[in-house]
């Protein structure tokens, strides 16, 4: 059995408003998740009554309510209600099983079973702060809502302000290569930027503005490749090095990125590394040509709203499996270096999930990989 302090399973499962609603994403406030099994029952109609009276509550800035059923007959009677509430449809189980509420006995296909009906609170990255079983007719609906809200704010959760465990360096790159990244992006094409997710068993190449806008050039010229490549050799792996102590010989993608005003350019909460083509990623690296924009910052959100704006040739570098996002550029356009790095182990991962990967698509976005 799960208990507090452990770190909350992660998984992607269909919500009334999304097919594919992946769970990690949601870090950054305090998540409940209560497993009711079924709108239907009396105790849980007073549950979702309890929660829509506290809103104040669940506003997706202190805290969201995720309700899990595994009733079929559900999907027609539950909608999300943003900002706040939302439900996953756990039609086989995968929350069920791995938040412990169907026995662990359980032999496949049974259905004459008794199941847990449980609540769990995550804090803001998604490490379990208190289980709680359904009790009374309320099924302890009062007192989990009042747990919550006499938790602190979300980036005072752990008891201090947290810093973002992130690099950031400055003078990586010189304006001079700054400009020249610029100018080949503006004058040797671009092309819009999609985002990697896992489709039946392959990983894909997929497109949405809701989630990210973006125009990205992958350069061909090889003395600027290796320009690039030398900066970072110099400038950035020895940080990592000393940091991390982790030895990065690999950099994927010789990506220059825009997110420009006209477009509303953004990308939401996302790790890059959640995929089998993505699964071998290290560290991303991100390095802004340019500063003179507004918006366009990198956040990370389980660690607190701060946010995040280097100056040109300046880089923040951090772990692949971090929640970052970037908000919305609202002025001027925001040019970026995108790498990531890794080393020779994740290198025979990545070689063995290339089966995983659908080439019509996602490996035009994944370059071969060259020595850093």
């Known amino acids: 059995?799960?208990?507090?302090?452990?770190?909350?399973?992660?998984?992607?499962?269909?919500?009334?408003?999304?097919?594919?609603?992946?769970?990690?994403?949601?870090?950054?406030?305090?998540?409940?998740?209560?497993?009711?099994?079924?709108?239907?029952?009396?105790?849980?109609?007073k549950v979702m009554t309890a929660v829509r009276a506290n809103r104040d509550v669940?506003?997706?800035a202190q805290a969201s309510f995720f309700g899990v059923s595994l009733a079929t007959p559900d999907e027609k009677i539950l909608r999300d209600e943003i900002p706040g509430i939302r439900h996953f449809l756990d039609f086989d189980a995968r929350i069920a099983s791995l938040y412990g509420s169907l026995p662990a006995d359980m032999k496949p296909g049974e259905r004459d079973v008794t199941m847990l009906r449980l609540w769990f609170v995550l804090d803001p990255t998604m490490r379990l702060l208190?289980?709680?079983?359904?009790e009374g007719d309320d099924g302890s609906a009062a007192r989990v809502i009042e747990y919550v809200r006499n938790l602190p704010p979300p980036p005072l959760f752990s008891g201090i302000a947290l810093q973002a465990p992130i690099l950031y360096l400055p003078n990586v790159f010189e304006p001079e290569l700054c400009r020249k990244l610029i100018e080949t992006y503006e004058t040797q094409g671009n092309e819009e930027s999609g985002f990697m997710r896992e489709e039946n068993g392959k990983t894909v190449l997929a497109y949405d503005y809701g989630h990210k806008r973006r125009r990205d050039h992958a350069l061909t010229d090889q003395t600027l490749m290796e320009t690039t490549r030398n900066r970072i050799t110099r400038r950035i792996l020895p940080e990592i090095q000393k940091v991390?102590?982790?030895?990065?010989?690999?950099?994927?993608?010789?990506?220059?990125?825009?997110?420009?005003?006209e477009d509303q350019a953004h990308f939401e909460p996302h790790r890059d590394n959640t995929t089998k083509g993505t699964a071998h990623r290290r560290f991303a690296v991100s390095i802004n040509l340019n500063d003179d924009f507004e918006g366009g910052e990198i956040r990370f959100p389980e660690y607190g709203p701060q946010s995040f704006k280097p100056p040109a040739g300046a880089a923040v570098v951090f772990s692949c499996s971090m929640l970052h996002a970037v908000s919305t550029v609202t002025r001027g356009n925001r040019y970026v270096f995108l790498p990531f790095l890794y080393d020779d182990a994740a290198a025979k991962i990545r070689e063995d999930n290339l089966k995983f990967i659908d080439m019509n698509s996602a490996l035009q976005q994944v370059p071969a990989p060259a020595n850093a």
Not at 22 to 34: D, E, K, Q, T
Not at 130 to 134: G, L, N, Q, S
């Open 1 to 45: 059995m799960l208990a507090p302090g452990d770190p909350a399973p992660q998984f992607v499962q269909r919500s009334t408003g999304n097919p594919r609603y992946a769970f990690h994403s949601a870090a950054g406030r305090y998540l409940v998740l209560c497993l009711y099994i079924t709108a239907s029952d009396p105790i849980s109609q």
């Open 244 to 261: 991390h102590q982790f030895n990065a010989t690999r950099m994927e993608r010789y990506l220059v990125a825009c997110y420009r005003e």
């Open 130 to 134: 208190a289980i709680f079983p359904f």
């Open 58 to 60: 669940f506003n997706d």
